[in-house]
């Protein structure tokens, strides 16, 4: 157990919709990130926030984006959802602006399914 | 942005026999790590490299950290069932304001053979 929290753990939705992904991070620690891994496209750094503030962007779609609340949960809300966004969606969290040993700790993943 | 290549893409071995995977780079490092997705979970780190040219081991792993920062490899010997995954190579570097990121391969499929 990483101590990283993420629900839900499935979804299925339909073309078009919106749908909203949590994550609680390891308790302390004040980095989040958001990672989409795709079938052969291996760990797609989305989007990091820092006690509350957007630290870096990867590639992430403008149909998405995501915040951290001040009890450090984050959101990562996915709109206008295509058939290609379908993938596992990971939370991780570190203590640090990847400052110290730079290890990320892994939720279980969001498993999100568009039909 | 940043590419690891991350080699082989899947393999298949017989329980018992070694295994060795690699990560190159076109951009230098200035950490390596590696990581192993067993099926259904997050990504858990198995060993961090932190110096050029280091060797470092856990267990029936050895990784080690390029002298040229560009590259890493990990071996894995004598394999049983469990390691059974997918493996994932990261390479973590200075991103601006004060933040680092991993950039990571596209994982290797590990399957053993029983």
């Known amino acids: 157990d990483s101590g990283v929290t993420q629900t839900p753990k499935h979804l299925i939705t339909a073309t078009g919709q919106r749908v909203t992904l949590r994550c609680s991070p390891r308790?302390?620690?004040?980095?989040v990130y958001w990672y989409q891994q795709s079938l052969d496209q291996g760990l797609q750094f989305l989007i990091q926030y820092y006690n509350g503030e957007e630290r870096a962007k990867g590639n992430i779609l403008e149909r998405f984006s995501a915040q951290q609340f001040p009890d450090l949960h984050s959101e990562l809300n996915l709109s206008s959802l295509e058939l290609g966004d379908s993938a596992l969606y990971f939370c991780a969290s570190s203590d640090s602006l990847g400052t110290n040993t730079g290890e990320l700790f892994f939720g279980e993943g969001s498993r999100l399914t568009v039909l | 942005g940043q590419q690891l290549n991350q080699s082989p893409q899947s393999m298949f071995i017989q329980e018992g026999e070694d295994v060795s995977m690699n990560c190159t780079s076109s951009s230098i490092f200035n950490t390596w790590l590696w990581y192993k997705q067993d099926p259904g979970e997050g990504p858990v780190l198995l060993i961090a490299?932190?110096?050029?040219?280091e060797l470092t081991s856990n267990g029936r792993l050895t990784a080690q950290f390029g002298i040229t920062r560009k590259d890493s490899f990990l071996n894995i010997s004598a394999s049983i069932p469990s390691d059974v995954g997918i493996y994932f190579c990261?390479?973590?570097?200075?991103?601006?304001?004060?933040?680092?990121?991993?950039?990571f391969g596209k994982g290797t499929k590990l399957s053993v053979i029983p």
């Open positions: 990261a390479g973590r570097a200075y991103s601006g304001a004060g933040s680092y990121q991993l950039t």
């Open positions: 490299l932190y110096k050029a040219g």
């Open positions: 308790s302390g620690d004040l980095s």
